[in-house]
């Protein structure tokens, strides 16, 4: 979705939250068939898809409001409850399965105090289990609002998590490779 888009949606976001989603299903001509990307500009737009979203959508489309209940539940891309104030996706894809994943998870677990695909209580931090993020030989890797980390420790977890309640950006630690992504996989 287009940046001048996502900035429509702002402003109608602002006024009426419904406008949205009316929006959204007229950029796809009203097309049942277009269920997943309707869906997925939505998530775009509001960061989750409501339950309540999708009586909308129903209504709008056609669709059966269980089809599309089907669909946000059985794909891992959507979401239905808000993410916090930072996301962070964790890699367990082969490479970084077999380079430690699970503890890295423990460790983040620990220091946001979110479970993995949920919320920490204080809202700032939500953890979500992914697939290759496409930076192996970085493994094992996560992101942290699509800034990637890699050739992370539990140690070096902390230091992060410590770095982003600050609120610094800066990510020039020794042990840690940070970028706005990776593509050498
Ligand atoms: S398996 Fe984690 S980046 Fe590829």
């Known amino acids: 979705m287009s940046a001048l ?11 009426n939250p419904l406008f949205v989603i009316d929006a959204i299903i007229q950029r796809h001509n009203v097309d049942p068939g277009a269920a997943i990307p309707i869906l997925q ?3 775009n737009a509001f960061g989750y898809v409501a339950p309540e979203v999708l009586e909308r959508v129903s209504e709008l489309t056609g669709i059966w409001a269980s089809e599309l209940y089907s669909i946000v539940t059985f794909y891992s891309q959507f979401r239905m409850e808000p993410i916090g104030e930072n996301l962070i996706q964790v890699c367990h894809g082969t490479a970084c399965h077999l380079a430690g994943a699970e ?3 423990e460790a983040l677990q620990h220091e946001t105090g979110a479970r993995g695909g949920g919320t920490s209580p204080d809202g700032k931090f939500t953890l979500e289990k992914v697939a ?15 800034e990637t980390f890699g050739r992370l420790t539990p140690a070096a977890v902390g230091k992060v998590i410590g770095e982003v309640r600050k609120g610094k950006s800066d990510c020039a630690h020794d042990a ?3 970028g706005g992504g990776c593509s050498n996989g």
Do not use: H, W, Y
């Not at 930076?135 to 609002?145: D, G, H, M, Y």
């Open 41 to 43: 500009d939505i998530q």
């Open 5 to 15: 888009v996502m900035n429509e949606f702002k402003v109608l976001k602002e006024k």
């Open 176 to 178: 840690l490779v940070c």
């Open 132 to 146: 290759c993020l496409g930076c192996c030989s970085l493994a094992p890797v996560i992101t942290v609002n699509e």
């Open 103 to 105: 503890k890295i998870t």
